[in-house]
């Protein structure tokens, strides 16, 4: 390694064999309590001693050349990873694609429940304008979130912002339920419903439709206490019937419970 020094600071430098801060033993430059290679800090040296450094004592290393296609390794389960997100997304019809995709690897990494749609709803990818909240999407955020009978605040807003949905509609809900950090998820459910349907009786047809494990266009059966559960809510919060009319109501369905074996329909 060759050493200029410059004139100007020829006496205040000091040049000898000693080991830099890096391990390299050889010509280093100091003053005072400072003593670093030019390599190591450029800057400090030509500070310190005003001595440019011709040649280094190190060089960096050389990139990994590739030469062929084959030195690229592609894990032999990326094609069916790629092939189902694209599934996904033509049957989810996100309005954000790029937060969306976060969102579903997100969830596939952490082996969750993916924020994709059952099937293409066709009258809302045909729409130009956000919708908002749809059946499908609010199947999806039933199925990410009925795991536990409450779901986190917080959980509730990651996966309806995975969702691509509008965040104002959330925070009516929230605040027409009176939710605080903890959300009963079916009293939230029951809440996207009624946003869907308007009444009481459309609510609770789009509940069935979504809860049920009939095939599209069956008879849409769910458990009459679940139903019960979704129509005693929604009643109260409308404030339009008393406790005694909804009690009548649930009991005029009875006998058609018992001969369901315990369901309804819608």
């Known amino acids: 390694m060759r050493l200029y020094n410059h004139p ?47 040649t280094p004592h190190t060089a960096m ?22 092939k189902n997100f694209t599934k996904a997304a033509i049957r989810t019809q996100p309005k954000d694609l790029l937060l969306w995709s976060a969102a579903y690897f997100r969830a596939l990494s952490k082996g969750e429940c993916l ?29 990410q979130l009925s795991r536990t009978e409450t779901c986190n605040k917080v959980e509730l807003q990651k996966k309806w912002k995975g969702l691509c949905l509008p965040m104002d509609q959330l925070e009516t809900l929230l605040l027409l339920g009176s939710f605080s950090s903890e959300v009963n998820w079916m009293e939230f459910f029951a809440l996207g419903c009624s946003s869907l349907g308007g009444t009481l009786i459309n609510s ?6 979504i809860l049920t494990e009939d095939e599209e ?4 059966r769910i458990p009459f206490n679940v139903f019960a559960k979704l129509y005693t809510y929604l009643a109260h919060l409308d404030g339009d019937m008393s406790q005694n ?4 109501f649930l009991s005029s369905l009875q006998p058609q419970v018992r001969q369901k074996m315990g369901v309804v329909r819608r």
């Open 61 to 82: 290393p050389l990139p990994d050349t590739m030469y062929c296609a084959q030195q690229i390794n592609i894990p032999p389960e990326l094609p069916d990873i790629l």
């Open 245 to 248: 009319q909804i009690d009548n």
């Open 217 to 220: 266009g069956g008879a849409a």
């Open 8 to 54: 100007y600071n020829r006496k205040k430098s000091t040049v000898a064999m000693r080991r830099c801060c890096c391990g390299y033993t050889g010509e280093v430059l100091g003053r005072n309590d400072h003593q670093a290679c030019l390599s190591c800090s450029p800057a400090l040296s030509k500070h310190l001693c005003g001595i440019i450094l011709i």
């Open 204 to 209: 609770l047809k789009y509940a069935c439709e």
């Open 115 to 143: 924020p994709v749609k059952d099937r293409l709803e066709m009258n809302v990818a045909t729409q130009k304008t956000d919708t908002g909240l749809t059946p499908g999407l609010l199947k999806t955020l039933h199925k």
